[in-house]
């Protein structure tokens, strides 16, 4: 049965270093995607060194006492391999009440920058880039055990322990969904690792999340990740399928296309070809924004999650709320 998208804002949490945005504007963005009643889910990205930006956990916990409808989330959690399941576990949990059950943990296993960047990511918590993917899926067996069970004892690869409960639990039962983000690129990518990257979304998650990829590919990727879960008898209706976007909505359309290079230039890296962010952006007028997001619902998106690739985010939201979610939200995921 075809089903409505639903649309998510991701926030620019490492814009506060090189001011293009605020505490002060997330909070007031996420107040107005909250109010709108059109945004359905509010994300924010997760680094340490590598892409510094505003701790995740944190700017989440101050988002959710400033919200009450928006689903909340990690877009994604990249420092997830590096942190104890044991802490992650109670600080989700805590952040489910305060947000009165709203959480989604976008989990990924991070390291995706230059090799040299992800190393100097990892190495002063003494892990292997090597050991990401086993990491990432110990720790989300431990996440779901502590925040379903009593006594939860534990005898794995990377950690151990007896007897844990965790208290309180998550507001939503059994527990808080978690989505998993990966995008391996073909031409850097062996093929036994991305069908393993792709295969755990299928066996491991409630979702999956992925960026710049051609609506082809994602149709494709999806089609494999569904199949994986019904193999498994795993329930495939309730999964969902995001795409994180990056948008500037103007009227002239060489002028929004520079914009954007300007600002992901600075947000990422001067390195990021035009030809890379050409893919990844919907740009111009509001049409051709609604035309790019509908290819990739036409390919199975149920979640589109759009971060403005601009210096005036609560100006890009005002457009995007009048002149391209009504037809964005008329669009329906196929069945």
């Known amino acids: 049965m075809e089903r409505a998208p639903r649309y998510g804002l ?13 505490v002060d504007e997330l909070l007031a963005v996420s107040e107005q995607a909250d109010a709108s009643g059109v945004i359905d889910s509010i994300w924010v990205g997760d680094s340490l060194f ?18 009450r409808r928006v689903r909340l989330g990690t877009c994604c959690l990249s420092t997830f391999p590096l942190r104890d399941p044991l802490f992650l576990a109670a600080q989700w949990a805590a952040l489910d009440h305060v947000s009165s059950g709203r959480m989604i943990l976008g989990a990924c296993v991070g390291g995706s ?6 190393e100097a990511e990892f190495e002063p918590f003494n892990v292997k880039l090597a050991d990401r993917g086993p990491r990432l899926e110990e720790g989300i067996t431990i996440l779901r055990k502590l925040w379903t069970e009593a006594r939860v004892s534990h005898a794995g ?41 792709l295969r755990r ?5 409630d979702g999956w999340m992925t960026d710049n990829t051609p609506a082809a590919r994602f149709k494709e990727r999806w089609a494999l990740i569904r199949g994986v879960a019904s193999e498994a008898r795993r329930p495939t209706e309730s999964m969902e399928a995001a795409l994180h976007l990056m948008v500037n909505i103007n009227e002239d359309h060489s002028a929004a296309f520079e914009e954007a290079v300007k600002f992901l230039h600075t947000y990422y890296s001067p390195a ?27 390919a199975g998106c149920t979640t589109p999650i759009l971060r403005f690739a601009s210096w005036n985010q609560k100006h890009q939201l005002e457009r995007a709320l009048a002149d391209v979610l009504p037809a964005a939200r008329a669009l329906r995921v196929p069945a």
Do not use: H
């Open 10 to 22: 991701s926030l620019p949490n490492r814009g506060v270093l090189f001011g293009a945005t605020s």
């Open 157 to 197: 690869r990377f950690y151990r322990f007896r007897d844990l409960t965790l208290e309180p639990k998550p507001v939503q039962k059994p527990c808080p969904p978690i989505w998993i983000a990966t995008n391996p690129k073909p031409e850097l990518t062996a093929p036994r690792i991305a069908d393993r990257a």
């Open 113 to 118: 920058l230059p090799r040299e960047k992800a």
């Open 50 to 67: 590598a892409k510094p930006r505003l701790e995740s956990l944190v700017l989440l916990s101050a988002i959710a006492a400033r919200t």
């Open 201 to 205: 979304v299928g066996l491991m998650a």
């Open 272 to 298: 990021m070809t035009r030809e890379y962010i050409e893919g990844w952006l919907a740009y111009g007028p509001p049409a051709a924004v609604v035309d790019k997001i509908r290819s990739y619902v036409d």
